[in-house]
């Protein structure tokens, strides 16, 4: 499985973040996509197959515990990271958490043993 097969979904509020980031993953040979809120995630897994989910945390728009717990639910086949400058929820989050700011290459490595590991089987 290439970077260009293996579809991430970036659901992040903030546009620097969003755009910066999913420019980084492209010129890494990713395929990204992108949404600002979890409404429009919801409506990108509905009609696309993604391989992983790199999502904020806190998002004005259905994040938080609500966006865990309907991750937890509904795509408990997918592997998720989650993203945040701050994070102290009620309940334990069960994906990997990575704090901002955090490194793009970092991220992008992250995303390749994610890609390398389901390749393997």
Same mark, same amino acid.
């Given at each position: 499985?290439?970077?260009?097969?293996?579809? =991430?979904? $970036?659901?992040e509020d903030? #546009? #620097?973040?969003? $755009?910066? $980031? &999913?420019?980084?993953?492209?010129?890494?040979?990713?395929?990204?996509?992108?949404?600002?809120?979890? =409404?429009?995630?919801?409506?990108i897994l509905?009609? @696309?197959?993604?391989?992983?989910?790199?999502?904020?945390? &806190?998002?004005? !728009?259905?994040?938080?515990?609500?966006? *865990? +717990?309907?991750?937890? @639910?509904?795509?408990?086949?997918?592997?998720?990271? !989650? @993203?945040?400058?701050?994070? /102290?929820?009620?309940?334990?989050? @069960?994906?990997? =958490? =990575?704090y901002k700011?955090?490194?793009? %290459?970092?991220? %992008? %490595?992250? $995303? %390749?043993? *994610? +890609?390398? /590991? /389901?390749? &393997?089987?």
């Amino acid at each position: 499985m290439s970077n260009s097969d293996f579809i =991430v979904l $970036l659901v992040e509020d903030d #546009d #620097d973040i969003r $755009l910066s $980031l &999913r420019d980084y993953l492209k010129a890494k040979g990713f395929t990204v996509l992108v949404s600002s809120d979890g =409404v429009g995630a919801i409506k990108i897994l509905l009609d @696309t197959k993604v391989d992983v989910i790199v999502s904020d945390y &806190r998002m004005d !728009i259905f994040g938080g515990d609500y966006w *865990i +717990r309907f991750l937890n @639910t509904f795509c408990s086949n997918l592997d998720v990271i !989650i @993203t945040s400058g701050y994070l /102290k929820p009620d309940f334990k989050i @069960t994906y990997p =958490v =990575v704090y901002k700011p955090f490194d793009y %290459a970092e991220m %992008a %490595a992250m $995303l %390749a043993e *994610i +890609r390398d /590991k /389901k390749q &393997r089987g």
